[in-house]
């Protein structure tokens, strides 16, 4: 299981956050800090594991973004790193080309796929095409919505 | 309410933002929880697969027990009804999984899980994928309830990996089909046993077969997601391959796999490739394919570049080592530890200690190991490891003369570790005249050598060293006038530190007054201590498992070896019941606890008691090393305590800010008791004398100091002490000094509690003991170009703190210069450019680190107003360090 999943900046700027577990506020912040600087610290030769407490991280850096996972002792580590490059491929596929930028502005949308593809800390879709799908369809529904909407009442 | 409302709206705008909302605001009102609970249900009557999905996802990402409650019942129906559309199904299956990993009692079992379990047969391989976890999780617990699934997933995994790469269309990941949908089917597996029966088991060994064959295959794409994916499958495969441990021709093959990607250019795959290893190590089957892989893992011990890569290589020769090899693996560990990293040298060295004693043929070879663990890494040798060489040596009479020649040629360099020093005196101690026939080790040449080291140990070693120096006097009658001048010397008998002085007048007295036969009774060699599992092994399990919970009997013990000096050679071990010789009790190496415990029952007993009738003191203090207060809290959950809680608790932060730029002062006064403090401060290491004044005319009775450290605190400082008189008459004064050791950084300041019996009243009094972290500064003079410099380099984020506060005394210029030079930095002028700024600089000496500190107060005579600035190179130092600071203005 996927304990929570982090994205942050080179710079430590924290972008995304999911959790799957339930901390308090407080305890969230310190475990953020600690793991962005671990992760900010290694260099690229190094590999995308670390054992953090009783938690697997594994981390991958797309342009200047680090996705982060923590997972626990028994998951499969190569496996997560395909995890995150599938959520990529996600957002990429939503958002066209993805930059930092996107995720920033638009980061109901992010947290919405990233729901769409994991639930509970477990893969729920694979399958990106079936993922992409729900996206679109609730975003047919809700631009629908936007534009009934928007018309000025009479 | 406008959220429950938005809720039950039909528009999914409205709905999402609504489940958006409660999702994150969500707490336990029990009104709105009802309302909330209502409209969910709603949806999952709704048949619309958008509302349920939204639903599920509500109640998933809330997963509080209270949602638990309420839909654990439910969710199972929508999850297996016929006709549920897949995508819901696969919410539901998820959102139950959460639900039963947060309350698993509300989530009953039923007739259900059969049909969950035949979700493995879905068509929807999204749907399969999602059950699949449902049921892992569910069959951890309940095995028996779920053991269909077995024939289930290897006939579910047979077909996924004999398909070919375009089947199953958009679940082909980069040329692997369903990774994620195998690993886990492989996953499901591992919670079993291998199957019983033949066909199953045939089909799944046929299965782990056609994996490893595929990771032979050429590579379908050069993508790094292809190898990922497909070797993730292949690494899920080899940890099922261990955990059924019962095919010797698939573990080696997983072996041999390994094998080769101990040499991948991937350092990903190196990683896990040792890490699996590791484990394939301990099976009998495949012990011997994975020690041929040695002289890789050495060679990867020497040039891999991530320290992460090099700690599972280490991990690995440990696990694979044993007699055969022993030799090699220990030489090449030994090399590894002096260029390896700080952050792992402790554990290198306990395995090292482990495995030398393990695999000992010879026991020479053992000493000589460990001296020189002690020699290349003498920091990182736990006293747990030199405890062990010496109860090995005592227990085996043929190293004790080889042991005894090697520490002494050991301690001929010049510099040699303050632990050598401690095993040698030890060992020569017990053993010397074993090497003292031989002109080169006569017994003053030993004695010499000793104490030319004395002067610069610590204060333990240096108690170890006077016990040396009397057994000495036992062992060579001939050079007893010299060591006599040694303990009669003015730096020994007027020492500062208590225990030193203590030990030299007794040992001195003692070899004065007492007649060869008892000298020789009392100083006997040490009985050999009772086989039992090295203490070195429960560390080493200590320390792996992060955030278990420390037996408390065992921390108990810790302290008291802390109290006693460091010399009591009685490894931390719960089940330590050594022989209780009076005389090794004498010396504080032995069993002190037990004896003070019982009177002694042999007849040497009497004759030490006998030996000491006219110094009553002397037996005194050392017996009651167990009763120490400093190591019984117990004494404070004693009956007397809870009958008369007359409590006063002072701990309020305010006695810490009077003492934060002082050393001296009143802590504390009621119109009973006074405590003074005196301290005294250099780079880690302090001492604070505490006055306690009697200001009644009564007499205090039971009158018990006790120190109190949080379990964090005890780990970054270090607390020794010595219990005091337990009564103290009216008008008098007793003292207690109080040894401070910092070994990290910290947050907390430790509790100074007194409990004492005044006139029939139970007094229980709690201060906080003004022990703060810039008590450890040493200032710091630096030209301005340095200091900005400096401030420059600690320009992350994290390293700096900053406070503005109101200033709380009147804003004078000398009183707040006075202020920062008593905080402990230096205060550097014509550094800021504005005149009326205060910029100061200092080091904090912790033992494990040096941490540099820069501050910077800006005053606003206009606004009252302070703007403190603190830039060290750690965050919790900087934090600390600005809120005792912004306390004091």
């Given at each position: 299981m996927i304990r929570f999943i982090l994205l942050f900046s080179r710079q430590g700027k924290l972008r995304l956050q999911k959790w799957y577990i339930t901390l308090p506020d407080r305890e969230r912040k310190k475990i953020t800090r600690e793991i962005v600087q671990i992760v900010l610290a290694r260099s690229q030769k190094m590999s995308s594991f670390v054992n953090w407490k009783d938690l697997k991280l594994v981390y991958k850096r797309y342009a200047s973004l680090y996705f982060c996972c923590a997972i626990e002792d028994q998951d499969n580590e190569l496996l997560t790193l395909e995890v995150v490059h599938r959520y990529v491929e996600l957002l990429d596929r939503y958002f066209g080309n993805v930059c930092e930028l996107d995720i920033i502005f638009n980061f109901e949308k992010a947290y919405f796929i990233l729901d769409e593809f994991i639930m509970g800390g477990e893969i729920q879709e694979t399958s990106k095409k079936s993922a992409v799908k729900a996206i679109e369809d609730s975003d047919m529904l809700q631009e629908t919505m936007e534009e009934y909407m928007n018309k000025p009442a009479f | 309410m406008e959220a429950v409302n938005l809720l039950s709206s039909n528009r999914y705008t409205e709905k999402q933002i609504g489940y958006l909302f409660i999702s994150v605001l969500v707490n336990s009102n029990s009104e709105l929880i009802r309302l909330i609970n209502n409209a969910i249900k709603n949806d999952l009557a709704s048949r619309n697969p958008t509302f349920m999905g939204l639903a599920l996802h509500c109640i998933a990402n809330v997963g509080s027990r209270e949602m638990a409650e309420a839909f654990a019942g439910e969710i199972p129906k929508i999850l297996v009804a016929g006709d549920t559309m897949d995508s819901v199904k696969q919410s539901a299956a998820l959102c139950l999984l959460r639900l039963y990993r947060t309350s698993p009692d509300f989530v009953p079992m039923g007739d259900w899980t059969s049909r969950v379990v035949h979700l493995l047969n879905d068509q929807h391989l999204g749907v399969v994928t999602a059950a699949t976890s449902l049921i892992t999780t569910l069959a951890q617990k309940n095995p028996e309830e779920f053991k269909t699934s077995v024939s289930l997933a290897v006939s579910r995994l047979s077909r996924i990996v004999t398909s070919a790469s375009t089947d199953l269309q958009d679940y082909t990941y980069y040329f692997v089909p369903a990774p994620w949908l195998s690993v886990k089917l492989l996953r499901l597996l591992q919670c079993y046993p291998p199957p019983e029966d033949a066909a199953v088991r045939g089909r799944l060994t046929e299965c782990l077969e056609t994996i490893l064959n595929k990771a032979q295959e050429p590579p379908k794409s050069k993508k790094v997601q292809h190898s990922n994916a497909k070797n993730a499958v292949l690494f899920e495969a080899i940890s099922l391959i261990i955990h059924h441990d019962s095919e010797p021709n698939l573990l080696v093959r997983a072996c041999n796999q390994l094998g080769q990607f101990l040499q991948h250019r991937e350092t990903n795959l190196r990683y896990l490739a040792l890490e699996s290893m590791c484990t394939l190590a301990s099976s009998e089957f495949s012990h011997e394919a994975v020690k041929t892989h040695i002289e890789t893992v050495i060679n990867a011990l020497k040039t891999e570049r991530d320290v992460s890569v090099r700690q599972r290589a280490v991990d690995l020769l440990y696990a694979m080592c044993d007699r055969s090899n022993a030799q090699q693996i220990v030489a090449e560990m030994l090399n590894y530890l002096e260029t390896a990293d700080y952050s792992i040298r402790e554990e290198i060295v306990l395995k090292v200690a482990i495995l030398a004693e393990k695999y000992a043929v010879d026991y020479t070879w053992y000493v000589d190991t460990i001296l020189n663990l002690i020699r290349i890494a003498g920091d990182y040798v736990s006293e747990e490891v030199w405890y062990r060489v010496i109860q090995i040596v005592i227990n085996r009479d043929d190293v004790q003369g080889y042991a005894a020649k090697t520490v002494f040629e050991a301690l001929q360099a010049p510099a040699c570790h303050e632990n050598l020093v401690k095993v040698g005196g030890y060992i020569l101690g017990e053993f010397g005249n074993l090497i003292a026939g031989d002109p080169r080790?006569?017994?003053?040449?030993?004695?010499?050598?000793?104490?030319?080291?004395?002067?610069?140990?610590?204060?333990?070693?240096?108690?170890?060293?006077?016990?040396?120096?009397?057994?000495?006097?036992?062992?060579?009658?001939?050079?007893?006038?010299?060591?006599?001048?040694?303990?009669?010397?003015?730096?020994?008998?007027?020492?500062?530190?208590?225990?030193?002085?203590?030990?030299?007048?007794?040992?001195?007295?003692?070899?004065?007054?007492?007649?060869?036969?008892?000298?020789?009774?009392?100083?006997?060699?040490?009985?050999?201590?009772?086989?039992?599992?090295?203490?070195?092994?429960?560390?080493?399990?200590?320390?792996?498992?992060?955030?278990?919970?420390?037996?408390?009997?065992?921390?108990?013990?810790?302290?008291?070896?802390?109290?006693?000096?460091?010399?009591?050679?009685?490894?931390?071990?719960?089940?330590?019941?050594?022989?209780?010789?009076?005389?090794?009790?004498?010396?504080?190496?032995?069993?002190?606890?037990?004896?003070?415990?019982?009177?002694?029952?042999?007849?040497?007993?009497?004759?030490?008691?006998?030996?000491?009738?006219?110094?009553?003191?002397?037996?005194?203090?050392?017996?009651?090393?167990?009763?120490?207060?400093?190591?019984?809290?117990?004494?404070?959950?004693?009956?007397?305590?809870?009958?008369?809680?007359?409590?006063?608790?002072?701990?309020?932060?305010?006695?810490?800010?009077?003492?934060?730029?002082?050393?001296?002062?009143?802590?504390?006064?009621?119109?009973?008791?006074?405590?003074?403090?005196?301290?005294?401060?250099?780079?880690?290491?302090?001492?604070?004398?505490?006055?306690?004044?009697?200001?009644?005319?009564?007499?205090?009775?039971?009158?018990?100091?006790?120190?109190?450290?949080?379990?964090?605190?005890?780990?970054?400082?270090?607390?020794?002490?010595?219990?005091?008189?337990?009564?103290?008459?009216?008008?008098?004064?007793?003292?207690?000094?109080?040894?401070?050791?910092?070994?990290?950084?910290?947050?907390?300041?430790?509790?100074?509690?007194?409990?004492?019996?005044?006139?029939?009243?139970?007094?229980?009094?709690?201060?906080?003991?003004?022990?703060?972290?810039?008590?450890?500064?040493?200032?710091?003079?630096?030209?301005?170009?340095?200091?900005?410099?400096?401030?420059?380099?600690?320009?992350?984020?994290?390293?700096?703190?900053?406070?503005?506060?109101?200033?709380?005394?009147?804003?004078?210029t000398e009183i707040t210069k006075a202020k920062i030079i008593g905080f402990g930095s230096a205060l550097l002028e014509e550094v800021d450019p504005n005149p009326a700024n205060f910029v100061g600089a200092g080091i904090i000496h912790t033992k494990t680190t040096q941490i540099g500190c820069l501050l910077r107060l800006e005053p606003n005579l206009q606004a009252q107003m302070y703007r403190l600035t603190l830039r060290t190179s750690k965050e919790t130092v900087s934090q600390r360090l600005c809120e005792l600071l912004s306390e004091q203005f």
């Open positions: - | 080790s006569s017994p003053l040449i030993q004695f010499n050598l000793l104490h030319s080291k004395f002067h610069l140990c610590s204060v333990p070693t240096r108690a170890l060293l006077l016990s040396t120096y009397i057994k000495f006097v036992n062992l060579f009658p001939e050079i007893k006038t010299t060591i006599q001048d040694v303990l009669r010397s003015d730096s020994q008998l007027k020492n500062a530190d208590v225990e030193l002085q203590q030990r030299a007048v007794e040992y001195l007295r003692l070899s004065t007054i007492a007649s060869t036969d008892i000298l020789a009774t009392v100083l006997e060699e040490m009985p050999p201590f009772p086989e039992r599992e090295s203490s070195i092994l429960a560390k080493l399990k200590k320390k792996k498992g992060p955030g278990t919970v420390t037996d408390l009997e065992e921390i108990k013990k810790e302290r008291n070896s802390d109290v006693n000096g460091g010399t009591e050679s009685t490894p931390v071990n719960a089940s330590t019941v050594s022989t209780p010789s009076p005389s090794a009790d004498l010396l504080g190496l032995g069993a002190a606890p037990l004896t003070s415990a019982a009177p002694p029952p042999s007849s040497t007993g009497s004759l030490l008691v006998d030996v000491f009738s006219d110094s009553a003191s002397v037996v005194a203090p050392l017996a009651p090393g167990s009763e120490d207060n400093f190591a019984s809290p117990d004494l404070a959950s004693s009956e007397v305590v809870s009958e008369e809680p007359a409590d006063t608790v002072h701990d309020a932060d305010e006695l810490i800010h009077k003492f934060v730029c002082k050393n001296n002062g009143v802590l504390f006064e009621n119109q009973l008791l006074q405590i003074g403090l005196k301290s005294e401060f250099r780079q880690n290491l302090g001492r604070m004398f505490i006055f306690y004044g009697n200001k009644t005319s009564t007499q205090f009775l039971n009158f018990t100091p006790t120190l109190i450290c949080s379990d964090e605190l005890q780990s970054s400082l270090n607390l020794q002490t010595k219990p005091v008189d337990p009564t103290v008459d009216g008008g008098a004064q007793v003292q207690q000094v109080v040894n401070i050791e910092c070994i990290s950084d910290f947050m907390e300041a430790p509790i100074l509690n007194i409990q004492f019996r005044y006139g029939g009243t139970f007094q229980n009094i709690s201060v906080k003991l003004p022990i703060t972290l810039n008590k450890f500064f040493q200032p710091t003079e630096m030209a301005s170009q340095d200091f900005f410099q400096r401030w420059k380099q600690l320009s992350n984020p994290q390293q700096e703190m900053q406070n503005i506060f109101k200033a709380k005394h009147p804003m004078d």
